[in-house]
């Protein structure tokens, strides 16, 4: 089972609707939980960060965590074609020095 | 444009050439980070510094030296590479290691192995 798993899409929702990206850990200890974007040949770009069970919201995006079912997803509101990007999770554990743990990523795609 | 700044963006090389990637950050961040990404792969973590001491070295094989020769600055040296080397190499760095702190990244600098 590997650390932090994604489903590898390609996802496609059409514009404007709301795309949801999941991304289940297997280390309950688990403290930290980031949301980057990743265009193709660029850096992961941060999105989100979340820490504590429930919601976080930033403009159209918001972040969704339940630790007890050790899942942490992400919403897209009024998806636009310029959200068409591999969305990548990671995990991390303060006890585990700072290293994140990232999953393969979700590959999303906004049809106009 | 990113606040963490890497060169070369590109870099071709010969399997016994020696050539360094430098990456540069002046936010005040005390780790700094250098990951491997192969196409269509997550990031894979090398090495890690925390206040300009190595903190992790992730089994990294030994023609990659990484040096923090000061808080804002994180070199990794190549030698004697091989073709699987080729790949997207990442900077990134965050406040604090640890203590769930995000990690923002470098353009990365795009190395291939002739």
């Known amino acids: 089972q590997k650390e932090v798993e994604q489903n590898s899409g390609p996802l496609s929702v059409p514009e404007g609707a709301i795309a949801s990206l999941n991304c289940t850990y297997s280390?309950?200890?688990?403290?930290?939980f980031f949301w980057y974007r990743q265009y193709s040949g660029k850096s992961p770009e941060l999105i989100m960060s979340i820490y504590s069970n429930g919601d976080k919201e930033d403009g159209r995006f918001t972040a969704q965590l339940n630790k007890a079912s050790q899942y942490v997803s992400l919403l897209i509101r009024d998806s636009q074609p310029s959200d068409s990007v591999t969305y990548l999770c990671?995990?991390?554990?303060?006890?585990?020095?700072?290293?994140?743990?990232f999953g393969d990523g979700t590959t999303l795609t906004v049809k106009p | 444009d990113t606040e963490v700044t890497q060169t070369p963006k590109h870099l071709v090389m010969g399997m016994t050439n020696k050539k360094s990637l430098k990456c540069e950050q002046h936010?005040?961040?005390?780790?700094m980070y250098w990951y491997k990404q192969k196409a269509k792969k997550p990031p894979e973590l090398m090495f890690v510094?925390?206040?300009?001491?190595?903190?992790i070295n992730e089994s990294v094989p030994s023609r990659f030296s990484p040096e923090c020769p000061n808080s804002s600055l994180l070199n990794l040296h190549l030698h004697a590479l091989q073709p699987e080397d080729s790949a997207l190499y990442l900077c990134?760095?965050?406040?604090?290691?640890?203590?769930?702190?995000?990690?923002?990244f470098g353009d990365g600098t795009r190395l291939s192995i002739l």
């Open positions: 936010m005040g961040h005390r780790a």
């Open positions: 990671a995990v991390g554990r303060d006890t585990n020095a700072g290293k994140s743990t």
């Open positions: 990134a760095s965050s406040q604090e290691q640890g203590l769930g702190q995000p990690q923002h």
């Open positions: 510094y925390s206040y300009e001491k190595l903190s």
């Open positions: 280390d309950r200890g688990s403290q930290s």
